[in-house]
């Protein structure tokens, strides 16, 4: 025990709250301080998602327009996901549909799937050598269809400004269930401005459509806010199985990286969105692209877990500084 201090959250730790008010009234958030600097945003009323990211008191992430928006809110018709997308640092898309509306195999499905709408069924936290981890599971489960379950380890280090996303993906059906995961991860200013350098060492990019493409070669460089301003996403590839995505802001010195295994995510996205208000990088590895499950029927990309099999992914986030 530290004989100076009365209480642990003195240096660290993590504190329940409820909101109170608007769109997301009652809904709990976790707190997170790891005493290095990095300050996180857990919310176990939707998928133990982060909402917000903080290093040293400055803003990592995006914030959208909608703020928080509690589950009894969420409308899965077409597009209409954007009505509660606060972003945040991580929104989990999946895990039945990622990307654009379509039907597939006569399945109606949304934009981005229901799971980052579902409340935990369950979520604690404990501390484990050197770490603050939140437990959570969320089933995207109902009756004569998926039954999937995400299960969920965020790992905050307690020695460096660093923390890892860890999801157990499984079938608690007896049928072979199609799925898809892909972790939106929002910059936001001010770490993301026109000066913010964006390094993706990837050895293929290509545009998502025709637009994107007019400015492809363009892809690292951000820009200042635009009125009317349309995104534009690209998708990148790795040599091997090391997935990396970094950014960089030369005012503050401050930089964070994205890691995963390239070769079990193999579907990495950058979203540059450089409109005013919604002026937002998105840095999204996942195992599909998001032009919707039955494009990725057709291309053979989409995944298949068999009943009673799981599937495990990892993405580790680091906030580093440059020295003056």
């Given at each position: 025990?530290?004989?100076?201090i009365?209480?642990?959250?003195?240096?660290?730790?993590?504190?329940?709250?409820?909101?109170v008010?608007?769109?997301?009234?009652?809904?709990?958030?976790?707190?997170?301080?790891?005493?290095?600097?990095?300050?996180?945003?857990v919310?176990?009323?939707?998928?133990?998602?982060?909402?917000?990211?903080?290093?040293?008191?400055?803003?990592?992430?995006?914030?959208?327009?909608?703020?928080?928006?509690?589950?009894?809110y969420?409308?899965?018709?077409?597009?209409?996901?954007?009505?509660?997308?606060?972003?945040?640092?991580?929104?989990?898309?999946?895990?039945?549909?990622?990307?654009?509306?379509?039907?597939?195999?006569?399945?109606?499905?949304?934009?981005?799937?229901?799971?980052?709408?579902?409340?935990?069924?369950?979520?604690?936290?404990?501390?484990?050598?050197?770490?603050?981890?939140?437990?959570?599971?969320?089933?995207?489960?109902?009756?004569?269809?998926?039954?999937l379950?995400?299960?969920r380890?965020?790992?905050?280090?307690?020695?460096e400004?660093?923390?890892?996303?860890?999801d157990?993906?499984?079938?608690?059906?007896?049928?072979?269930?199609?799925?898809?995961?892909?972790?939106?991860?929002?910059?936001?200013?001010?770490?993301?401005?026109?000066?913010?350098?964006?390094t993706?060492?990837?050895?293929?990019?290509?545009?998502?459509?025709?637009?994107?493409?007019?400015?492809?070669?363009?892809?690292?460089?951000?820009?200042?806010?635009?009125?009317?301003?349309?995104?534009?996403?690209?998708?990148?590839?790795f040599?091997?199985?090391?997935?990396?995505?970094?950014?960089?802001?030369p005012?503050?010195?401050?930089?964070?990286?994205?890691?995963?295994?390239?070769?079990?995510?193999?579907?990495?996205?950058?979203?540059?969105?450089?409109?005013?208000?919604?002026?937002?990088?998105?840095?999204?590895?996942?195992?599909?692209?998001?032009?919707?499950?039955?494009?990725?029927?057709?291309?053979?990309?989409?995944?298949?877990?068999?009943?009673?099999?799981?599937?495990?992914?990892?993405?580790?986030?680091?906030?580093?500084?440059?020295?003056?």
């Amino acid at each position: 025990m530290n004989p100076y201090i009365g209480h642990d959250s003195q240096l660290y730790g993590m504190e329940e709250h409820r909101l109170v008010g608007g769109k997301g009234e009652g809904m709990r958030l976790y707190e997170v301080n790891n005493g290095k600097g990095i300050m996180l945003t857990v919310s176990p009323d939707r998928n133990g998602d982060i909402t917000r990211l903080r290093y040293k008191g400055m803003n990592l992430s995006y914030f959208s327009p909608c703020g928080y928006v509690a589950p009894a809110y969420y409308d899965s018709i077409g597009s209409n996901w954007l009505n509660s997308f606060t972003a945040g640092f991580l929104t989990t898309c999946g895990l039945q549909a990622v990307g654009s509306p379509c039907e597939d195999e006569g399945e109606a499905l949304p934009l981005h799937g229901s799971i980052a709408n579902l409340p935990c069924e369950q979520a604690y936290w404990t501390e484990e050598k050197g770490e603050l981890v939140i437990h959570t599971v969320t089933k995207d489960e109902t009756i004569f269809g998926r039954k999937l379950r995400l299960s969920r380890k965020l790992r905050v280090s307690l020695q460096e400004n660093s923390f890892i996303i860890e999801d157990t993906v499984a079938n608690t059906g007896d049928r072979l269930e199609p799925f898809e995961i892909l972790y939106h991860m929002n910059m936001g200013y001010p770490l993301l401005d026109e000066d913010s350098i964006l390094t993706i060492p990837s050895v293929d990019v290509q545009p998502r459509d025709t637009h994107a493409a007019e400015d492809i070669a363009n892809w690292m460089h951000m820009e200042k806010p635009a009125p009317g301003y349309q995104e534009r996403c690209y998708y990148h590839k790795f040599a091997g199985k090391e997935g990396k995505a970094s950014l960089y802001q030369p005012k503050s010195k401050v930089g964070l990286t994205i890691s995963f295994d390239a070769g079990e995510l193999d579907g990495f996205v950058e979203w540059k969105m450089m409109g005013v208000r919604d002026y937002v990088l998105g840095l999204e590895c996942g195992n599909c692209y998001p032009d919707g499950r039955d494009v990725m029927r057709r291309t053979g990309m989409l995944k298949f877990l068999k009943p009673g099999e799981k599937k495990t992914y990892q993405v580790t986030v680091q906030v580093w500084e440059k020295p003056c």
